[in-house]
């Protein structure tokens, strides 16, 4: 129940403060716009680089909204409200981090196709684009609640958030563009695919218990 | 040795490394208040968070009927401090609703709209808390005093932002709290009336330094 209230009313903040949705979304279109700039139009210089651009999109874009998962809470005060309710901490982590999937883990995957058809990257790709990233987003907010409550209480702590959490999320990367471009080659992405399961069931079970112990830290 | 439903032995707290206050002892029992005095910086507000749970004494213990189990004094209090916790952009019923269901609580639409009357928000049901003011967004954060019925209130500072009228009310609330058989702590400054309402009072003094120039 207590999951679920965290979780309901996270949703709705979002969707009422429709920039968390979109602002990642903008952020990829504009950038993609400049790749045929750079780069030059050829649909095969494109298709060359899609598979990475597409997956560094969705993992820059993501990146930015990481801040604020647990950083508004901690400013306007609703974390006590839940903290001091005697919530289990792991579960309230959880629960923020299903909810930032929801409303930018969701439209991110919904969105790369559009990306993945601006790249060229060829049709044949796109079903394990998707599966890739429906594996990998929920480790994107998972350790964005770690880094989150790293640096709540930290005035401009977007910058040490990224520091913090790049490292962390290069393994994905490497998984989850690479299997894609193991795709576009005629190669299985299985294996890729397999070992970036095996990241989103590690940071499920450790992530929580790492970003509950930064919030008990950053509240002495 | 006493049995008083709350005890603080030896409470004292640390910023920055050094010790706010001399040790503060408090027992206290049902329908009691007890206001915690001293001048900015001597450390009210860093008590009353240790002493609700949301940080930790630095030294010194808090014991709950007889018992340190954090879970137990969580599930009897409500701390309501300096940052309200009311989300901009919900409507006070949806504040409301998510603290009484984090809580564990549920509520229906009269029970809500009846706290908000009697807090004086008759009417601001559906009303964003980013547009109340700030005397209103104190109100709505008081109003879940009233809604999730907690024996132990403690309060920072609650009378700032308010109106007269807000404080006459507030004042009432808590003499009818501790007249059921709560209890609140709070921080205040000129507040006459909650003084002389008080069975306890606590004034911050200074740490001695142990090493004087």
Known sequence: MRFWALFKRDVLVSWRKKSNIYQPLVFQLLIVTMFPLGLGAGAQT??????????????????????????DDYEDGSLDLY?????????????????????????VILFAPVIA???????????????????????????????????MNIRNGGMLLSVLVMPLLAPVLIFGAGAVLETSLGNSARGHLMLLLGCTVLSLTLAPLAAAAAIKINLE | ??????????????????LLFAP?????????????????????????????????????????????????????????????????????QENLEFVAHINETTV????????????????????YASDLSAGQKKR????????????????????????????????????????????????????????????HHITLVAAIEEHSA
């Open chain 2, 108 to 127: 229906n639409q009269q029970q809500i709209a009846s706290v908000l009357n009697s807090a004086g928000l008759a009417g601001y049901q559906h009303q």
């Open chain 1, 117 to 151: 058809v601006l790249m060229h990257l060829p049709e044949h790709t796109y079903g394990v684009l998707l599966l890739s990233l429906l594996l990998a987003t929920p480790i994107f907010s998972l350790l964005g609640t770690v880094g989150s409550a790293l640096i």
């Open chain 1, 46 to 71: 494109l298709a060359k680089v899609a598979p990475a651009v597409v997956w560094i999109l969705a993992l820059l874009s993501t990146l930015i909204t990481l801040e604020n998962i647990f950083k």
């Open chain 2, 24 to 92: 503060v002892n408090l027992a206290i029992d049902k329908s009691e208040l007890a206001v915690i005095a001293g001048p900015n910086g001597s450390g009210k507000t860093t008590l009353l968070e240790a002493v609700a749970g949301l940080s930790t004494l630095s030294s010194g213990q808090r014991l709950y009927q007889q018992s340190a189990d954090i879970n137990l004094w969580l599930q009897h209090s409500h701390y309501l401090g300096h940052k309200l916790g009311n989300k901009g952009n919900l409507s006070c």
């Open chain 2, 1 to 18: 040795m006493t049995t008083a439903l709350l005890q603080i032995n030896d409470a004292q707290c640390q910023r920055a490394g050094d």
């Open chain 1, 83 to 107: 903290v001091l309710s005697g919530m289990n901490l792991y579960l309230a982590t959880l629960s923020k981090a299903s909810a930032h999937w929801v409303t930018t883990g969701i439209p």
């Open chain 2, 140 to 199: 709505l954060a008081l109003s879940r005093l009233l809604l999730l019925n907690k024996t132990f209130w403690l309060l920072d500072e609650p009378f700032v932002n308010l109106d007269h009228a807000g404080c006459d009310w507030l004042y009432q609330v808590i003499a009818a709290h501790i007249t059921r058989g709560g209890v609140v702590i709070l921080t205040a400054h000129d507040q006459k009336k909650i003084h002389q309402l008080a069975h």
